[in-house]
Nanobody, 125 residues
Framework: QVQLVESGGGLVQTGDSLRLSCAAS????????MGWFRQAPGKERDFVAA????????YYADSVKGRFTISRDNTKNTVYLQMNNLEPADTAVYYC??????????????????WGQGTQVTVSS
């Protein structure tokens, strides 16, 4: 029903910046909470950031707070993740996720229903 397509990943150096984009299908994008998660090889999928439907509130994992910024453009059905001052620990596959309306907890993966295919972010040291 809802398709999410991430883009913008790549290979960068420590300290570089990168902006990920997630394009969503559908006519009611502004009714969906959007989030970003990441998964490193051999590790569990971790919460990165989330944004409320109107974009008026955002949520971040402690590990990325101050470096990453999530935003959305409801006129373009797109959510972004601006990643600054990247570190090797940020290396992971980054997934865009969404759910209708508001979750009970914005920072857990099981609250989200729709997922993108993921985009690889590799930060070299």
């Amino acid at each position: 029903q809802v398709q999410l397509v991430e883009s913008g990943g790549g290979l960068v150096q420590t300290g570089d910046s990168l902006r990920l984009s997630c394009a969503a299908s559908g006519r009611t994008f502004n009714q969906y909470t959007m989030g970003w998660f990441r998964q490193a090889p051999g590790k569990e999928r971790d919460f990165v950031a989330a944004i409320r439907r109107s974009g008026d509130s955002t949520y971040y994992a402690d590990s990325v707070k101050g470096r990453f910024t999530i935003s959305r453009d409801n006129t373009k059905n797109t959510v972004y993740l601006q990643m600054n001052n990247l570190e090797p620990a940020d290396t992971a596959v980054y997934y865009c996720a969404s759910r209708l309306l508001n979750p009970r907890n914005y920072g857990v993966d099981y609250e989200y229903v729709y997922w993108g295919q993921g985009t690889q972010v590799t930060v070299s040291s």
